[in-house]
């Protein structure tokens, strides 16, 4: 007896953020394709696509899925191949009918015939996180040339894509910063495959240089990221989602260096350690709401980074003991204690140090991936 797909839950997410503002930031005649990797079986597929921080309309002239060797085109409200997706404003395509084994590879494609405000988008990166885009409407062409194509990083508007698939399967979002921008989300998934754990997808929701209670309304930073009050609620509900890994929190404490230094980075933008603590325990709250799980990482070494120093060391191990003592969240993922110096707590151990004493080293990321406990993967 086959098993009934009756659930829709999440395989592949990104959150949406704020792009830098350069000025080819409109494109044109280019199809954007991104390749999904499928953790579990499923009998239909849907896309969401997400303009939260545009500031114009845009339209997706054509959409296409390939898997087995096949193009499916995708439509939205109820049978249109093209859509256009109002500023502030995002979409989920129509169901699209097709078998889907776990382990494979959807590729996703989009074609942006007409000039595009390029603004909603988020860098990630990691083994499993590498899109392309391509000059031309090449949403039905498998094999596009290197001479035509070019590798990105860069996540423009698809934020999320859902399979239906049996109820046991579900998904964890790991909601952050460009810790978690970076690799460690997909070690944690390429450890579920490794491992065994049939069940669990892993979704990544995160901004680099974003801050739990501030954001940038610059020009030169706003790329930055939107503040905890403008993500939290867009980003964490997820179809299918029952655990979020909260693992943010140090851009708070490292950004503010004063407008000596600085025009856009003035001292006051430094919370305290209790307003620290009350930002996160909105995110619990919320999080509480939404009938998740609630996970929280402790923020990692930062000694030596460049606007290191004792007063936000203090403010880093105070809010790290919080996370570590509090009751009201479901457990404690102590990164910290994980990746640090025994001889110098303060700081990375070398090979966990991607350099910059403050990202972790590949070996960093996947100590992290190594430290989610496996009962949250099951």
Same mark, same amino acid.
């Given at each position: 007896m086959m098993n009934e797909h009756t659930r829709w839950v999440s395989v592949w997410g990104q959150a949406v953020s704020v792009?830098? !503002?350069? =000025?080819?930031r409109y494109a044109r005649d280019i199809t954007v394709r991104y390749p999904i990797h499928v953790p579990f079986s499923g009998s239909a597929i849907?896309?969401?696509?997400? !303009? +939260?921080?545009?500031?114009? =309309?845009i339209t997706l002239t054509k959409t296409t899925v390939f898997y087995g060797g096949k193009f499916y085109p995708v439509s939205f409200r109820g049978g249109d191949a093209s859509v256009t997706i109002p500023a502030g404003e995002r979409i989920t395509s129509d169901p699209l009918d097709v078998e889907i084994t776990a382990g494979e590879i959807v590729q996703v494609s989009f074609y942006l015939g007409e000039f595009t405000l390029m603004r909603s988008v988020v860098y990630a990166c990691g083994a499993l996180s590498e899109g392309l885009y391509a000059n031309g409407d090449q949403t039905e062409n498998a094999a596009i040339s290197i001479d035509n194509s070019r590798k990105t990083h860069l996540f423009y508007f698809l934020c999320n894509v859902a399979v239906l698939t049996e109820p046991e399967n579900r998904a964890i979002v790991c909601y952050g910063d460009s810790i978690t921008a970076?690799?460690? =989300?997909?070690?944690?998934?390429?450890?579920?495959?490794?491992?065994? +754990?049939?069940h669990t997808a892993v979704i990544r929701r995160a901004t680099s240089g974003s801050r739990i209670l501030r954001e940038y309304h610059c020009l030169t930073y706003e790329s930055y990221g939107l503040s905890g009050d403008h993500r939290f609620h867009h980003e964490v509900p997820t179809t299918g989602g029952e655990v979020v890994i909260i693992q943010q929190g140090i851009n708070d404490i490292i950004h503010p260096v004063g407008t000596d230094k600085n025009v856009f980075r003035p001292m006051s933008d430094l919370p305290t350690v209790d307003q620290l603590i009350e930002g996160l325990k909105g995110y619990i709250a919320k999080a509480r709401g939404y009938g998740y799980q609630v996970y929280v990482g402790t923020?990692? =070494?930062m000694g030596g980074w460049r606007t290191d120093a004792p007063f936000r060391q203090e403010m880093r191990h105070a809010y790290n003991e919080f996370i570590r003592t509090t009751d009201l969240i479901d457990g404690c993922i102590d990164f910290d204690a994980a990746l640090r110096d025994p001889e110098n707590p303060d700081h990375f151990r070398p090979e966990h140090d991607s350099g910059d004493h403050l990202h972790p080293s590949k070996k960093g990321y996947e100590r992290m991936a190594m430290e989610i406990p496996a009962k949250l993967l099951r």
């Open positions: 792009a830098e !503002n350069r =000025p080819e849907r896309l969401t696509f997400d !303009n +939260y921080c545009g500031t114009e =309309p970076q690799d460690w =989300p997909d070690e944690l998934a390429m450890r579920c495959f490794r491992e065994g +754990y049939e923020l990692l =070494p």
